[in-house]
């Protein structure tokens, strides 16, 4: 795994073999930047990453110096792999947090330009996943959620759905929220 943008690009990333993850693929994780890079200025943007699983996500907004990226993931291994590679990179915007993503979401009072969830393929619960972040009022007026998930998905019929796009056998759907917070 490499880190494909900003300050820390080139930079290669070596996961321990026994985390139970499937990190984004490099050409998929570039397209899903380039279309980010047309909406965002990432220096301005607070990032929530559930399922972080080795962190691949949030390194690559950390090395685009965001604001503050929150990486949730279940696995204390993988916490702990996202905090060792925090530090040595240099990432002070960047912290892991150890907590399942529907609970965290349940208790999270922070407001973010971004949700991007990458749980596994099979995750039984992945289709709850949208209503659960529209639900926990976290996203703010024109935040998009990032669902990461396979063909066999399709979230076309929810109210904030605005588009998906295909990488081989990464999809990426995604959700824009329309209105402020009451």
Known sequence: MRIIGGKNQRKQIIAPA?????????????????????????????????????????YEFASREAR????????NNCVQFIRKTTSLLGF??????????FHFLSICKADFDLVFADPPYNFDHIAQ??????????????AWLV?????????????FFKEVRRYGKVHFSIFVNPEAHD
Not at 32 to 51: G, K, Q, W
């Open 68 to 75: 503050e990226i929150i990486a949730v993931d279940i696995n």
């Open 147 to 159: 669902v990461e998930h396979g063909a066999d998905i399709d979230f076309s019929s929810h109210e």
């Open 129 to 142: 996943i949208p209503q659960k972040v529209f639900d926990a009022r976290i996203l703010k007026p024109g």
């Open 92 to 101: 002070d915007t960047l912290r892991a947090v150890r907590a399942e993503a």
């Open 18 to 58: 026994n985390l139970p993850v499937r990190p984004t693929t490099d050409m998929s994780k570039e397209a899903l930047f380039n279309i980010l890079n047309n909406y965002f200025d990432f220096e301005e943007m607070n990032v929530l990453d559930l399922y972080a699983g080795t962190g691949n996500i949030s």
